[in-house]
C-alpha cells in the first residue's frame, strides 16, 4: 500500500457525516487545513469555523491553496 504524504497547512474539505435527510441540501464539506496524522489513514484536520480539530478518513485535499490568516474564513459566513 502507497502512502501519501501531504503538505501541513493545506486546505482540506472533511466529509460531514452529520446532515439530517431534510437538510439534504446543505453543505456536504467542512471547509479547514490540514494539521497532521494520527494514522496512515487518519487526518487530522482544522476547521476555523468551529474552532476545533476532527480526525477524519473522508477528506480532499486542495494542494494549491494554504492557510493564510488575512483571509476571511468562508466557513463563518455558512
Same mark, same amino acid.
Request: charged share 20%; aromatic share 20%; with cysteine.
Given at each position: 500500500?502507497?502512502?501519501?504524504?501531504?503538505? +501541513?497547512?493545506?486546505?482540506?474539505?472533511?466529509? *460531514?457525516?452529520? @446532515?439530517?435527510? $431534510?437538510?439534504?441540501?446543505?453543505?456536504?464539506?467542512?471547509?479547514?487545513?490540514?494539521?497532521?496524522?494520527?494514522?496512515?489513514?487518519? +487526518?487530522?484536520?482544522?476547521?476555523?469555523?468551529? *474552532?476545533?480539530? @476532527?480526525?477524519? $478518513?473522508?477528506?480532499?485535499?486542495?494542494?494549491?491553496?494554504?492557510?493564510?490568516?488575512?483571509?476571511?474564513?468562508?466557513?463563518?459566513?455558512?
Amino acid at each position: 500500500m502507497l502512502a501519501y504524504l501531504y503538505p +501541513f497547512g493545506c486546505k482540506a474539505y472533511a466529509l *460531514n457525516h452529520d @446532515i439530517l435527510k $431534510r437538510k439534504k441540501l446543505q453543505p456536504r464539506a467542512l471547509i479547514g487545513y490540514f494539521i497532521g496524522y494520527d494514522f496512515t489513514n487518519v +487526518f487530522r484536520v482544522w476547521i476555523p469555523s468551529k *474552532n476545533k480539530v @476532527i480526525r477524519t $478518513r473522508d477528506v480532499q485535499f486542495d494542494h494549491t491553496s494554504f492557510y493564510d490568516p488575512y483571509n476571511i474564513d468562508i466557513g463563518y459566513a455558512l
